[in-house]
Every structure is written in C-alpha cells, then in structure tokens.
C-alpha cells in the first residue's frame, strides 16, 4: 500500500480547495462573458478585450512576485516554527504592495487615452479608465492570499475569490446592460470592466476579516515559536530578491499578449484586411476563444499555487528526494486535468462556442477553427505554470524568466509569419503563444532535472492520460454528433444544447472510468484526495484489484 505523505496530502488537498473555487468562479464568470458575448459585438467586445490586456500586463507586474514570495518565505520559516519572521514577512510585503498599487492605479487612470490610442484603439479608453481601481485593490489582496497559501491554508483564498467573482460579476453586467441601453456599447465595454474594481474590493473585506477572526490564533503561535531579531529592510530586501524575477518572468507573457494586439491588428491590416475585419477577427481570437481557453486554467492555476509552498517546505530542510516526489505529483495532477480540457475543447469547438454564444451563431462558425488551434495551449501553459512553481519554489525564480523569455522569441517570429499568410490569420497569434509556452516547458523541465536529478515517468504523466483524454474526446463526439443528428428537425440552439451537454456529461463520466483503467491514478492515491476515503469505497467495488 502507499505510503502516505502529510506534505503531499496538504499539496493535493490545498490544490483541491482552490480547484473548486477556481470551478465556482470560472462558472460564475460565464454569467459575465456570455451576455456580453451576446450583447456586444465582437468589434465592440475587443474594446473590453484590450482593457484587461492593459490591466492583466500592470496586474502582473503588482502581484505576480511578491505573492509567490510570500508564500516561499512564510511557509520555508514556518516549517522552522519561525512564526515572528513569518508575520514580518506579510506585513513588510502589504507595505510594499500599498506603494505599488497606487502607482498601477495612476498609470492606468491618467494614461488611459494615451495607452488606447498606441494599441490603436481609442475607443478602449473608458474600459481602461474603469478598471484602474482594481489595480490598487489588487495587490493589497494578493498580499493576504500570499500570506494564507504560504501557511497552506487556501480556504481563505478560496472563499475571497469566490466573493470577488460574485460581486464583479453582478456589477460589471448591471452596469454593462444600463449602459448599452443609455449610451452604447463602448461606454457598456467600460460599465463591464469596472465590475472587475467592485469586485477587488469585496474580496479584500473579505479575506481582511478572515485574517482579523484567525490574529489570535496567529498571534499565539507568534509567542511560542521562534524569536526574531531581524529588521525590516532586510525582509524586504528578501522578497524583491525572490519577487522581481517572478515579476519580470510573468510580465513577459502578458506584455507580448498586449504586444499582439497590436502586432495583430497592424499585420492583417498591412496584409489587406480592413480596419473593421481585423477587429473582427482580433474580437473572435479575444473575447469568444480567449475566454473558453481561460475556463479549464483555475485547476491548473490552483496545482501551480499550492506547489509553491509544498516544494519550498521540502527544499528548506534538504529533502530532496521529498521533493522530487511532489513535483512528479504535481507534474501528473497537472496532465490529468489539462489533457481531457485540451482534447474535449478540440473536438467540440463549434458546439461549445454555439452553446454559449447561442445568438451568434455566423461569428461562432468563424471562431471554431481558431479555438481548435487554442486549444493546444491548454497542455502547453498549464505545464508551464508548473515547471515554473516548481523551481520558485527550490528558490531558482531567474530560469524561468530566462526560459519563457527565449520562448517569446519564438513566439514573435511565428506570430508575425503566421498572420501574414491569409488563411490563418489571426489563428497565427494562437499558434505562437503555444510555441512559446512549450519551448518554456522544455527548458524548464531541462533545469529541474539538473538540480534534482529527478524527473517525471513519461508513460505515466504524459501517455495514459493522453489515451484517457483521447478515447474520452472520441465518445465525446460520437454522442454529439449522434444526438445532433436525431434532433435536426428541433430548434437548431436547443438541438445544439442539449447534444452538448449531453455529451460534455457523458465525456466527464467517461474520463473518470478511463484515468482508472489505464491506471493513470493509483487506487491507493485516493487518500489524499478530499473525499477519497469515500471515493475509494465506490471505487472498489469496480477496481478492486487496481493498484
């Protein structure tokens, strides 16, 4: 039987809690992008898609570092029951974090015209004014999810990203649709994106009561751990040490995405697509196919957090072989869930974007092509994350920066050949990304091997989750096309809702059969799974020999 590991069973555990959140708020945000999508126009909705662009390139820059370094440095002193250092560790970073809040707010808020108007797009310029409050909220609350995660206690986190979806959410679509109906879609594009301040807000009240309910708790274990005597210059010489190449690592991508649009729009209207057909094309790529290739990222987005402090516990006191079985963990939890995202989105593109996107059917048939393309990127990126948390967390935060640097390289060159040749068009920023996320990976992956001397079972991270995913995709589309085809006589939109809902639920089911029989998941890998004592006795009334 399987030796359990409490390590380990903290990491797929905090990795399950924030999964289930991410689930919540991606479903949750649906309710935000789909009416837009049906509301607004493509051209109008690349107005939204550029403001959170410009906002996605200053966010990364406030809070992509300093979180994950305080997670390292909290959970590496707090396994050492160094519990001062650990709470001057957060406190130091919100200090940090207020001054860097405030200077992403002014660039956003003053610049806004000046910011439109070089990605040729000036009509963005109330979308990215509306979200300028977020930037200032933002970094304060990634501060106490840093915090939290540090102490491998996601539930926090999770509970205030669900309340930030809710009220962003129910914001951004009361005053999209008030709008559109006052004064039209561009000042809509700029109602939705403001939800995105309102939200920030609700989540930072929330996980700062959170934090103020656990300060005796806290507090106690402050008094009989560790003392310190360490000043808080070199605290905070310790986070920009571990932050700023996280920073510039995770500022790269968002900075070419931002860089793409406007290299998308300059080369197709240099190639002879007009101004309208290449915002036309840039809204399907942005707002219909960006959106649906975000939705699967909150699981592995929530396995690339919790690994942080998982690895960085096991590389502060030396267990290296520790190590390199949760990153191998890591490595397979993340394959598991992306595959079957990746392959399910290739083979029902069009259903899915008819599915949501039900009054726009004509743009779908248009996007379908470029979200199969997009849907590579699922597997690139996700593996990505990882490789990166996994080496932030050994405190070797410069290679990745170095690593998904090179991969840009390769992105602009395929990005700009691509998109000139007319049949792929803007299809060719899709493709490009999904170069550089996996040059990224590779080399990544090259690194870990040479520090650890581990690295993950091809056969059993990459394979059988592959032939799991792929037997999955095929039942998938054979039950929707199947349905479709009975239902032709129907209402094409609920003909189509119901093939793919079907089919979604029929590939779920499926996949869960699958990752068992090509034993991609061990039986006794259940117990660190939340529920998995449970699981394991369904389970076993079907695998009772798996092992």
Known sequence: MAKKDNNNEKFVKGAAVLAAAGLIVKVLGTF????????????????????????????????????????????????????RYAQKVFHTALMIMTVVGILGFLISFLGADLIAALLKNTDAAPAIRAIAPALFLVPLFSS???????????????ISEVMEQVVRISVGLALAYYLLHKAGEKEAAA?????????ALAGLIVISCIYLLNKKVIQKKIENGIQDTEKTSVVAKQIIIIAVPIIIGSSIMPIMNMIDTGMTMRVLQGVGWTVDESKYLYGLLSALCASLIAFPQFMTQAIAISLVPAISRRHAVGDTEGLVETMKLGFRTTTIMAFPCMIGMMVLAEPILKLLYFKRFDE????????????????????EQTTTSVLQGMGKQMYPVRNLAIGCLFKIVVTYTLLRIHAINVSGAAIGTIVADFVAFYLNSRKIHQFTGGKA???????????????????????HYGLAALLADKNPVVANMVSTVVAIFVAVIAYVILIFAVKAI??????????????????GRFFRNAE
């Open 144 to 158: 106490f999810r840093g915090y939290f995660n540090g102490r491998q206690n996601m539930n926090p986190t999770a």
């Open 522 to 539: 061990t039986y006794d890998e259940l117990d660190n799974l939340p529920g998995g004592s449970k699981l394991k006795r369904i389970l």
């Open 32 to 83: 935000l992008r789909i009416p837009l999508g049906n509301w607004i126009s493509a051209e109008g909705m690349a107005n939204y898609s550029v403001a959170y662009s410009i906002y996605s390139v200053l966010l990364v820059v406030s809070t992509a570092g300093i979180p994950v370094a305080i997670s390292r440095l909290v959970s590496a002193h707090m396994v050492k029951r160094e519990y």
């Open 457 to 479: 079972d091809f056969g059993l991270t990459y394979v059988r989750p592959f032939i799991a995913s792929a037997i999955m995709g095929a039942i998938a589309w054979g039950v």
């Open 364 to 383: 779908c048939v248009d996007a379908a092509p470029i979200l199969m393309f997009m849907s590579v990127s699922i597997i690139a990126l996700s593996m």
């Open 191 to 199: 109602g939705a994106t403001f939800g995105a301040s309102a939200g």
